[in-house]
């Protein structure tokens, strides 16, 4: 199936063509940047680091971070095709995978639990320890699909 998908004309045209892939990555990157982004200063402020911000102020930017995941989504989707099979067989990059789909749950659970502390303080959001406890996982989950994504290249 892997083989059959890098034979498509898809993924031809992203593996040859000059400006695909390079674009394709730098979409990619740009994805990164946001949700990666939004989501890790958010769980920073919530395990105490930025006390200038309400936690609150990250809820609304949760939609900006979908977009940010749907552009990685679509040009992740792309890239593999270029190398269906080498990426199904590589540790990394299902490490990478791994920590991405884990990341997205903690980030709708904290999304949650986030708007459900907000509604009952009013006068200030108080982080529960649960809360700090999964914003601290969801932390080291964005940190381990980066550095899983750098290793692809070279493992």
């Known amino acids: 199936m892997f083989e059959w998908l890098e034979s498509t ?22 994805g990164l940047a ?8 958010r769980d920073m402020r919530l ?3 930025f006390p200038g911000i309400e936690p609150a102020a990250f809820l609304p930017l949760s939609k900006l971070a979908v977009i940010g995941f749907i552009i990685n989504a679509i040009s992740g989707m792309l890239l593999f ?8 067989n590589s540790t990394p990059f299902l490490s990478k995978i791994s ?4 990341g997205m749950v903690l980030a709708g659970i904290i999304q949650s639990r986030l708007r ?8 200030g959001t108080t982080v529960s320890g649960s809360t700090k406890l999964i914003a601290l996982a969801s932390l080291a989950t964005w940190v381990g699909a980066i550095v ?8």
């Open 47 to 49: 395990l105490g680091l």
């Open 148 to 155: 899983a994504g750098r290793l692809i290249a070279y493992i």
């Open 81 to 88: 095709t270029s190398q269906a099979v080498t990426f199904v």
């Open 99 to 102: 920590c991405v789909i884990a």
């Open 9 to 30: 004309s898809v993924a031809i045209w992203v593996g040859e063509s000059l400006w695909a892939y390079p674009s394709l990555l730098s979409l990619h990157i740009v």
């Open 116 to 123: 459900g502390e907000v509604a009952i303080s009013k006068a």
């Open 34 to 41: 946001v949700v990666v982004g939004i989501f890790s200063m």
